[in-house]
């Protein structure tokens, strides 16, 4: 068991062809010029290698973003390595209550939150991750390690040692953290020798006098089952599995059970939508990270939410496992939503422009950058809460609940202009957040940042 525990976690991709020829495809979509010159990064990066460390290969944003730009990055001709990190539910636990704190919840006893993150690391967890932490304290001059998120932020101790290049990506909205989580996760992040966060509004408030911020969004892969094209039969096919009628407008949100993402906001929105005497039904499309236990408490309560509603028989709740289904629900949505009430960046959002669905939103965070109220999407303005996700003024709710409605049903009725809106929606994602781009941006983050030697 011991044995089985202590192995280095390596993601392998499925080494077919599935993962080659991804440079030619994406040739087709941006063209040969922009594959071009980012073929050019190879000769910068010979002998050098990419890790990126994080906590889950499965699900969340972080590991859609690793599924495509490392796979990418190799085929380029730069060796890139995935390694998760290994934790214990109370670990697990621990570093969700430091995701949240972040985001906005004030925490009633920080100090014991991060009393608790170290003790991981200073017992059972440094053990846990020995052969990770031997691995990375080795690491050579040439080597460049990105860490991702809270959870193995704390890494960079085992790293002091190593003349990699370290980098810290935060991939959390932290525009009004709990102040002292946000001070205990800056007083590690100053140790590496570069910050990359999703905007700069993010961070920079936090890291006064700290020089190396850098920002990154993140990417979709046009061609991966989550995204590639189609047909309509197979949406149907897909959509009517799960016991879902086609022929009525379905409105969808994408998103794990979490009370960051609304998802009882988005049956108070739906609810709304049918009090105006619109016929639609919802599907919640939701999986659960395996970093995040607050998942199955969601689920149990998102339930009782539907269930006391008059409207129960037309919520769905889909578990949201296989790429396809994502892609068909995203697809065949009337509307698709997405309530976040804070969001690093939405990376269901791009996937929904993409496909040039009629998305309508709230406009926090990430979102924003991708959705432009009546050009690339339809953006409803947030309403204020409390450090534990809840409204402050019961009134305020009400009213942007009522807008949020109307103007799903405004995205359902103005097919023209929806249509128009779409195809905005999309040609800004393929300019500006396919894993290509990304990985381009990247790629020049690391030379930039190596380039001072400081490291
Ligand atoms: N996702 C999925 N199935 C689901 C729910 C979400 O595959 O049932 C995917 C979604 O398509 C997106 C990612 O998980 O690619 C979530 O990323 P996002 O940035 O929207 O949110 P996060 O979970 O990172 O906060």
Request: charged share 25%; with cysteine; net charge negative.
């Amino acid at each position: 068991m011991m044995a089985q525990n202590q192995r280095l976690e390596q993601h392998r991709f499925i080494p077919s062809g599935k993962q080659g020829g991804l440079l030619a495809r994406y040739e087709e979509i941006i063209g040969k010029k922009a594959v071009d010159e980012l073929r050019e990064y190879r000769e910068g990066f010979s002998g050098r290698r990419i890790i990126h460390v994080n906590s889950t290969f499965v699900g969340g944003g972080v590991a859609e973003i690793l599924r495509r730009e490392v796979p990418l990055a190799n085929e380029l001709g730069i060796t890139t390595e995935w390694y998760r990190i290994k934790g214990n539910e109370e670990f697990f636990e621990t570093t969700k209550g430091f995701h949240n704190a972040l985001q906005g919840r004030m925490l009633d006893d920080p100090a014991s939150l991060i009393a608790r993150y170290h003790d991981f690391y200073q017992n059972g967890g440094g053990t846990l991750n020995r052969p990770l932490i031997d691995f990375l304290g080795n690491l050579s001059r040439e080597d460049v390690v990105i860490i991702h998120d809270p959870q193995p932020l704390y890494l960079i101790h085992h790293m002091k040692q190593s003349e990699a290049l370290k980098l810290w990506r935060i991939h959390i909205d932290t525009t009004t953290p709990d102040p002292h989580t946000m001070s205990f996760v800056v007083d590690q992040a100053t140790h590496y020798d570069g910050i990359i966060s999703t905007m700069h509004e993010y961070v920079k408030p936090h890291l006064n006098g700290y020089r190396n911020i850098y920002m990154l969004a993140p990417s979709i892969d046009p061609f991966s089952d989550k995204n590639r094209t189609m047909l309509t039969g197979e949406v149907r096919g897909r959509i009517t599995r799960f016991g879902i009628q086609t022929d009525r407008p379905l409105l969808v949100q994408v998103s794990r059970l979490d009370p960051w993402k609304d998802p009882c906001g988005v049956i108070d929105v739906f609810e709304t939508i049918r009090g105006y005497g619109r016929d639609c039904h919802l599907a919640l499309v939701y999986n659960s990270a395996d970093d995040d236990p607050e998942g199955a408490a969601m689920e149990e309560m998102v339930k009782k939410y539907r269930d006391r509603s008059p409207y129960r028989e037309d919520i769905h709740l889909v578990i949201g496992d296989d790429p396809l289904d994502v892609n068909a629900f995203q697809r065949h949505a009337a509307v698709v939503i997405q309530k976040s009430i804070r969001e690093g960046f939405g990376l269901t959002v791009t996937e929904a422009l993409f496909k040039e669905a009629p998305t309508v939103v709230n406009g926090v965070g990430g979102i924003t950058l991708q959705v432009l109220d009546g050009s690339t999407g339809f953006s409803v303005k947030p309403y204020r809460v409390d450090r534990k996700a809840r409204a402050i003024c019961a009134e305020e709710y009400g009213r942007h609940v009522d807008e949020f409605a109307r103007t799903c049903i405004r995205a359902m009725d103005s097919r023209e202009d929806s249509a128009k809106i779409g195809k905005r929606g999309r040609e800004a994602v393929v300019e500006k957040f396919l894993a290509t781009s990304k990985l381009k941006n990247l790629l020049d983050i690391i030379l930039d940042c190596g380039a001072d030697g400081a490291h």
